[in-house]
């Protein structure tokens, strides 16, 4: 395993005492509600689309100079309280040499889906050397971003075995459900190909800095409690234990969760992330107490005039409020999923101060 400094980001020493998002994800009481955004480096704005004109988005993840640049532009655009690290869920496989792309306007797209055992286990495993530009542009950041903490993250092992088997983005899941159902052999030995590597990719990134994780399940909203707890909670649990001794947060984040939340905030993490389905309240409710929730405003909110959009964010603050009375420690400041591209970048940057303001 790769070694986790005891002084995180050894080499560049940033204090980060005073930073709302790490407060907040500590359960401690920030000085201003900490705000960032899924996919908040990405289409939405228009020096994204410039610099990665012309680029392949998986080569572009290796770069670590346009990594750097493009993680730091939403947090220069629009004052956010943390920056995510500008990657994919899948960059981790494409570097241990698993034949995929990401296609614009797609998702990515696996030349040959995983569907046998013999295919499981010619798997390639990561190693950290291979994700070293990774580390490189993390180290870049360390510096660029100053005061403003910066999130490493991974995708959990169900959602990228969700695409490892149907070769690409599924509405249904099916092919993966029935391996999961009809083969569960095979099943849990690509979770455990994937859990390892997903470990190494995390500890990397902890090795060269970031302040926290989040692990995205996107994807586990498809599934029963009962398979859930079966044929992928054990392995997310594994994940969260193996990155326990960093000591940053971990958040755990998945879309249309409602049925899962409580055991996927029982899993080993700080920050439980909620979808816009159901309000943080409820969310509190059914997580029980001691957790600090992360969300969630509907994203297409943002298409909506910027008074409807200021008073949205007030019904999500209030819940969170609500939330705080039932023994939530605190809030984070999000939307339910990412930012969609299409989304004008201003109304972002004003969702931002005015969840700032109040
Ligand atoms: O700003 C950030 O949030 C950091 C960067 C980030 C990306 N992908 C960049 C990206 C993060 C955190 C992800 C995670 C990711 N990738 C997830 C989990 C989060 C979620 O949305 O549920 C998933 C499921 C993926 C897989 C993936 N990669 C999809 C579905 C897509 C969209 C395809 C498309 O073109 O609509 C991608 C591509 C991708 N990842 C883009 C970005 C900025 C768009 C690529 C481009 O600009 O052409």
Redesign the pocket.
């Known amino acids: 395993m790769t070694e986790i400094p005891a002084a995180l980001g050894a080499e560049v020493r940033r204090d980060l005492t005073d930073a709302p998002f790490l407060a907040a994800a500590r359960g401690a009481t920030p000085s201003r509600t900490p705000v960032w955004?899924?996919?908040?480096?990405?289409?939405s704005l228009p020096e994204?689309?410039e610099i990665?004109a012309g680029t392949n988005?998986l080569e572009s993840?290796f770069d670590p100079a346009l990594v750097c640049e493009?993680?730091a532009q939403?947090v220069r655009r629009h004052d956010v309280d943390a920056a995510?690290?500008?990657?994919?869920?899948?960059v981790p496989l494409k570097a241990a040499g698993v034949g995929l792309d990401?296609?614009?306007?797609?998702?990515?797209v696996v030349d040959e889906p995983v569907r046998s055992a013999a295919q499981v286990d010619a798997l390639p495993a990561l190693d950290a050397d291979q994700v070293a530009p990774v580390s490189e542009a993390i180290g870049l950041l360390l510096t660029e971003l100053g005061t403003t903490p910066l999130i490493g993250?991974a995708?959990a092992p169900f959602?990228l075995a969700s695409?490892l088997v149907e070769g690409g983005?599924s509405r249904n899941h099916e092919r993966t459900k029935a391996m999961m159902f009809g083969a569960p052999e095979i099943w849990h030995r690509l979770m455990d190909r994937l859990t390892i590597d997903t470990i190494t990719s995390l500890r990397a990134q902890l090795a060269a800095g970031v302040d926290a994780v989040?692990l995205?399940d996107?994807?586990a909203g498809t599934l029963t409690l009962a398979d859930y707890r079966e044929f992928v909670r054990p392995y997310t649990e594994r994940v969260f234990a193996a990155v326990a001794d960093a000591g940053v947060p971990r958040i755990h984040?998945?879309?249309g969760t409602g049925e899962l939340l409580a055991d996927m905030a029982s899993v080993g993490t700080e920050v439980i992330g909620v979808d816009w389905r159901i309000p943080l309240d409820d969310a509190a409710r059914r997580v029980g107490p001691g957790m600090v929730l992360q969300g969630n405003l509907d994203p297409a909110t943002l298409f909506a005039d910027a008074q409807t959009v200021a008073d949205r964010a007030d019904l999500v603050l209030a819940a969170a409020d609500r939330a705080r009375e039932l023994g939530a420690t605190g809030h984070i400041f999000n939307l339910g999923?990412?930012?969609l591209?299409d989304t004008d970048a201003d109304a972002i940057t004003r969702l931002v101060a005015h969840v700032h303001d109040r």
Not at 37 to 43: E, I, S, T
Not at 102 to 108: E, K, L, S
Request: glycine fraction near 14%; proline fraction near 11%.
């Open positions: 955004f899924m996919r908040q480096a990405g289409r994204y689309r990665r988005m993840c493009v993680t939403p995510i690290l500008f990657s994919d869920i899948v990401i296609v614009p306007g797609v998702g990515p993250f995708g959602t695409y983005p989040q995205f996107s994807w984040f998945g879309v999923h990412g930012v591209p």
